[in-house]
């Protein structure tokens, strides 16, 4: 009986674990900021530019 309950905790013991790694170890400075660089339309994109005809 004992062993079984050790055995429950381990498996807990590593779920907790690995919860605690997927949740934590991320970026340095979070997620990446998707949003332009350009926010007045000043400067324009490389890809918003025609193509030269």
């Not at 498996?11 to 991320?26: E, N, P, R, Y």
């Not at 900021?33 to 994109?45: C, F, L, S, V």
């Amino acid at each position: 009986m004992g062993l079984i309950l050790l055995e429950a905790f381990a498996a807990g013991a590593v779920l907790i674990l690995i919860v605690w790694w997927t949740m934590f170890s991320g970026r340095k400075r979070g997620e990446i900021d998707d949003t332009p660089a350009h926010k007045n339309g000043d400067a324009a994109d490389a890809n918003d530019k025609a193509p030269p005809t």
